[in-house]
């Protein structure tokens, strides 16, 4: 069974960021000032001043440690993990797996809006018991040797399973719908029901001949984006090794490459920090950068684009088998990547619950956290007293 863990990076780490830092050379901005181009110089340079001058990594060490943390050997590999008990009659247990290019951070807001709901002007009777895992290759939790994504939701059930669980709901983003995805395709029986805020982008690799109008929208979308922005996509997934060099030895560069997706995937208009502070996107940025797990973390990219026949064929069976059958909402904030039409979702899921938010974007536990935690309480609301039968067991 995992150990209680508390985040405490070495004075020495610290240090050598710091002189990191104070030796950045960044290009000039002539001709790099549209964050069309990506990450400007200009922009940049400010968030690396802050970082070297203002930024108190202690203070967010402090508030990452106010969750309940554990760190262990789950199914063979170490895994990071908050679990934080739910304030209310019989809180339900609800896993939530966070995606790229983010961490657990990204559920900082979301946590106590799920446990303590009374506290936050909700029902105490929509509790939760929070598990909050770090992906594996993310944070605390180092990649195992032979894992791969598509192992990830195996894990989670241990996890689970470990904790006393035997029945939960689940919701993921980005590589996080992914893995609840798979999660409830290979353990139906445990999984009540599963809340996304997207349609796991691999099912646009399938594309039927019977298209609505809005799917093919949709499709088109999907397309256009891998065009125009998709580069960071193809290079993770292709090349991983070089960028993860490059971005495991410069901090100014490793911030670059994660804030362009902070500015582009988020319903900022134009203003990044009107979404994030300097000192949440920092957050994410040392979190990558003390675990040095920005390599590691490409490697779900590559895993699915070099996987081969027989590994989705293995996935299609699981398909037939578990989360087509499964209870499933889907939230869907507008400045998202390319949010799905819901005839598109109900190909793959049992689709219970549909929601169309006015704002918000992909990191939307850290842009409308409120608006996220009361989609999640209403679609398991009257899901709670739901009791899955086994296969093979009489209801």
Known sequence: MPNAFEVHVADEVLTDLASRLAAVRLPSSAGFSRWED?????????????????????SQESRLNSFTQFRGDVAGTTLHFIHERGKGPDAMSLLLVHGYPDSIWRFHKLIPLLTDPEAHGGDPSDAFDVVAPSLPGYGWSPLAANLT??????????????????HYGAHGGDWGSTVVELLARSHAKHVIGVHLIDVPFWHAFQKPGDLTHAEKEYLSRIEGFT????????????RP??????????????????VEKFYEWSDCNGDLESRF????????IMIYWVTQTIGSSFLPYRDFMKAGAMRWTKEAVKNWLGSDKTPAAFALFPK????????WAERFFNVQKWTELDR????????????????IRAFYRPLRQTRIVPAGEAA
């Open 38 to 58: 990506g990450t400007p110089p200009e922009y940049l340079q400010s968030l690396v001043e802050y970082w070297r001058d203002k930024f108190d990594w202690r």
């Open 149 to 166: 994504i598509f192992d990830y939701g195996n894990v989670f059930a241990e996890l689970m399973a470990a904790l006393g669980y035997e």
């Open 227 to 238: 065009q125009k922005n998709g580069a960071y996509a193809a290079i993770q997934g292709t």
């Open 241 to 258: 090794a070089t960028p993860a060099c490059a971005l495991n030895d410069s901090p100014a560069g490793l911030a670059a490459w994660i």
């Open 277 to 284: 502070s300097k000192d949440e996107l920092l957050t994410h």
């Open 336 to 343: 998202d990547i390319s949010p799905a039409p819901r005839e």
């Open 360 to 375: 918000g974007g992909h990191f939307a536990a850290l842009e409308e956290p409120e608006l996220l935690a009361e989609d």
